[in-house]
């Protein structure tokens, strides 16, 4: 049987945020093709000790931990591929509150 693999690692620091960006690729006998982009974001334990010491584990989580990661998105995908992403949150957004207002 033919398979063949492939797994690319990157770490990126940005804004004393590390992101762990994996790139797998699996390609089995019958020639269908997977592909996983797997990220995480994450902080080295100096990092951590401060951001607690400070009090603002919170806000580096949900802001700088989270703009981080969106940024390194934003420069990976089009402009197509976000405003579809855009159209259909706000379409769920609409269903959302006409089933509340049934």
Same mark, same amino acid.
Do not use: W
């Given at each position: ?16 945020? $590390?992101? =762990?960006?994996?790139?797998? @690729?699996? *390609? ?6 997977? &592909?996983?982009? #797997?990220?995480?974001?994450?902080? $080295?334990? =100096?990092?951590?000790?401060? @951001?607690? *010491? ?6 580096? &989580?949900?802001? #700088? ?38």
């Amino acid at each position: 049987p033919r398979k063949l693999k492939s797994v690319l690692t990157e770490l990126i620091e940005k804004d004393s945020v $590390n992101i =762990n960006v994996i790139q797998h @690729i699996d *390609k089995a006998e019958n020639d269908n093709v997977k &592909l996983i982009y #797997d990220v995480d974001a994450f902080l $080295n334990g =100096n990092k951590v000790s401060s @951001i607690i *010491k400070e009090g603002s584990l919170f806000h580096f &989580l949900y802001h #700088d931990m989270q703009d981080a990661m969106f940024e390194l998105f934003k420069s990976v995908v089009s402009e197509k591929y976000l405003e579809q992403c855009k159209q259909l949150k706000e379409k769920q957004i609409k269903e959302k509150q006409n089933e509340q207002n049934d």
